[in-house]
């Protein structure tokens, strides 16, 4: 589940979809343009998931996402999360029936990921966990 508070006080809420690395890719990318999200690494969801290794091990199927911040106080346009990846899709709804779109991605080494949201208005937010 995901909660946002929004500047204008309204709260929306949605659930978050796990989805496949290329799923994320190719919707992420209908949604904010072509070469909007980059990655380097292999495409783990072919070798099953990064945690299920030995605890204590190393994964060397290391993934690397980079997406632009669209947070103009925050200065730096650029945002990178490495690990074995997560992906997930959702949508959320206002209580003022406000529509938002948010796609995000989580590291599993570091419990850190960012995210980008789109309301049905257009305007675009940045996420940072």
Request: hydrophobic letters at 35%.
């Amino acid at each position: 589940m995901l909660q946002v508070f929004a500047s204008d006080g309204e709260v929306l809420i949605g659930t978050l979809e796990p989805v496949a690395r290329r799923i994320f890719f190719d919707s992420y990318e209908k949604m904010f343009g072509l070469g909007s999200i980059d990655a380097d690494g292999p495409d783990l969801s072919a070798y099953g998931n990064g945690l299920w290794g030995p605890l204590g091990s190393s994964n060397a199927l290391l993934d690397t996402v980079y997406g632009e911040s669209f947070d103009p106080a925050a200065g730096q346009s650029q945002r990178t999360v490495t690990g074995p990846l997560f992906y997930w899709i959702g949508n959320l709804q206002g209580d003022k029936q406000t529509l938002m779109q948010c796609f995000m991605i989580g590291s599993s080494h570091s419990a850190r990921g960012l995210g980008r949201c789109k309301s049905a208005a257009g305007k675009e937010y940045t996420v940072e966990f």
